[in-house]
């Protein structure tokens, strides 16, 4: 993942990307908040005058391929493991994510992700390569790795580049179609 757990506050994960898998081993009587992106996130206070909503992940891919956590109470989603919203009409603003449709969660795999919730809304391997790049541009700071794998993912512009930006199990089949005349 990305983040650990966001405070209580006004901060921000958008246009955003995680590829590696996520492991927690939490104690036997811990709770354990585990996510793609974020693990947990504390709700802060609606600032209604400047129309903020804090703790804000958006338009961000949980393309990891497994996430796995063992101990205790766990607490497993695509995008973000776990949000506290319950302290008087704080909010979180879950906005525009996405999770590989084939990512496993303890084994499992997610059948209620939407754009706004914890799972975020389904991405297939074809869909990562044809929609992912659109918000990683060069305009936006972002460029395409060239590495030695087919399946290399926007890295920030300007920055030592990380050994294995690639995502190999987000790799498309290719398939033969046979067309017969009659």
């Given at each position: ?129 044809n929609q992912l790049f659109g918000p990683f541009t060069a305009e936006k700071g972002w460029e395409v790795y060239t590495g030695s794998s087919d399946f290399q993912m926007p890295v920030r512009a ?25």
């Open positions: 993942g990305l983040v650990g757990k966001m405070g209580e506050g006004t901060q921000y994960v958008t246009n955003s990307y995680a590829t590696g898998d996520v492991k927690a081993n939490g104690a036997d009587s811990a709770t354990t908040y585990v996510g793609g992106l974020v693990g947990y996130i504390e709700a802060g206070t609606k600032n209604t005058q400047l129309g903020i909503n804090p703790n804000r992940i958006s338009y961000c891919y949980a393309l990891n391929e497994k996430i796995t956590a063992n101990g205790g109470t766990c607490y497993l989603n695509r995008v973000v493991g776990g949000v506290n919203k319950a302290q008087n009409s704080n909010t979180v603003d879950l906005k525009n994510n996405y999770g590989w449709a084939n990512m496993m969660l303890n084994g499992a795999t997610v059948t209620d992700g939407t754009k706004s919730n914890n799972n975020g809304a389904d991405i297939k391997s074809s869909g990562v390569w300007g920055v030592v580049k990380p050994v294995g930006a690639e995502a190999v199990h987000l790799k498309v089949e290719q398939y033969t179609v046979t067309f017969y005349n009659n």
